[in-house]
């Protein structure tokens, strides 16, 4: 997992934050790979896209839709998990049992998906099995 922490340790170099300042990278490792985003700011605060919506975007685009687990780098005195929004987009195409690495200069703090985002909103609810 040491690789995927540093894929987002990496890719965080390239976040575009002129606003907040906060720069955050992802790392998503899929069965063929790994792929990466950083946060994206726009003057207009809410136009603006996370680091792991970034890094899933990236992974749609090369075909895969499958993530076997996450890591989420920011340099922060404690470590930073996804947002609400971001939990549900993972959720989409990984299991709760996903782990997801949370790291930074602190260190890396290790949890799941599920422990993220208890009672995730999915196919089901919609009648639709995954």
Request: proline content about 8%; some cysteine.
């Amino acid at each position: 997992m040491k690789h995927l922490v540093e894929a987002a340790r990496q890719v965080r170099a390239h976040a575009h934050a002129p606003y907040s300042g906060f720069a955050v990278g992802a790392a998503l490792a899929t069965p063929s790979g790994i792929h990466v985003g950083c946060n994206v700011e726009n003057v207009a605060y809410p136009e603006g896209s996370c680091a792991e919506t970034g890094a899933i975007a990236a992974m749609v685009a090369a075909g895969e839709r499958v993530i076997e687990a996450v890591a989420v780098w920011a340099d922060s005195p404690e470590p930073i998990a996804p947002c609400g929004g971001c939990r549900q987009r993972l959720a989409e195409f990984a299991a709760p049992g996903v782990p997801v690495l949370l790291a930074g200069p602190h260190g890396v703090v290790e949890t799941t998906l599920g422990a993220l985002l208890p009672a995730a909103f999915g196919p089901g609810h919609l009648g639709r099995g995954r």
